[in-house]
């Protein structure tokens, strides 16, 4: 499952989550070619404590205005969690980022920190395309073109859900050039992933 947050800022530990999203995805083969099938699909705003700075706008293009009437924090977390189920193998881009904002968000509301394994797209990429001079999410997939199977809109980018989709397509033409489909089913999907990303990532790492 791809899922993306957006904040206020960048330090966990001072500022919040403005919008998450989650894309649970599956592998299968369409017409001789490994594709991913998006199964269901989550994505909400959340109201912070605080005002988003303005330059911070200008990245993800969320404005006080938008977040004004949405639910808060809290209540966005528990439906997400609810979305992500016990069994589901998480994927993220610079996985670290997001993992610290809902862990100490987890921990702010006294949940049940999630035990989902937590791979980090951008990890896998680096490691597969080294040659690449940047491994933003954006910049890959423009590079990889149709190999994706999506028209880039950068006017989306840096919103939760469409960055979900952006990575899930990403992340399959990756492991087109690495893995067999058997290497990516449920059963042995983790470990293969860790031949190349390392041990995977947990929530509580971060709480």
């Not at 919008?19 to 599956?26: L, M, P, V």
């Not at 988003?52 to 993800?60: A, F, K, L, M, Y």
């Not at 397509?169 to 050039?177: F, G, H, I, N, Q």
Request: glycine share 6%; proline share 3%; net charge neutral.
């Amino acid at each position: 499952m791809a899922f993306d947050i957006e904040t206020t800022g960048l330090e966990a530990e001072k500022e919040d989550i403005v919008e998450i999203a989650g894309s649970k995805f599956t592998f299968e083969r369409k017409d001789g070619k490994l594709v991913t099938r998006e199964i269901a699909a989550f994505s909400s705003l959340a109201r912070p404590s605080k005002l988003i700075p303005d330059e911070v706008i200008r990245i993800h293009g969320i404005t006080n205005a938008m977040v004004e009437d949405a639910p808060d924090i809290k209540t966005v977390l528990q439906q997400f969690l609810r979305f992500c189920g016990l069994s589901p193998v998480l994927v993220a881009h610079n996985a670290a980022f997001d993992s610290a904002f809902i862990a100490k968000a987890v921990r702010k509301y006294g949940m049940v920190m999630p035990q989902n394994p937590i791979v980090d797209s951008l990890k896998i990429i680096r490691k597969i395309l080294p040659e690449y001079a940047s491994h933003k999410l954006g910049e890959v997939a423009r590079k990889l073109g149709e190999q994706t199977g999506i028209a880039l809109s950068k006017g989306d980018l840096h919103r939760a859900a469409y960055d979900c989709l952006v990575l899930r397509e990403v992340l399959c033409a990756c492991l087109r050039k690495r893995y067999q489909d058997k290497d990516l089913a449920m059963d042995t999907a983790v470990r293969s992933l860790e031949s190349v990303h390392g041990q995977v990532l947990r929530f509580s790492q971060f709480a």
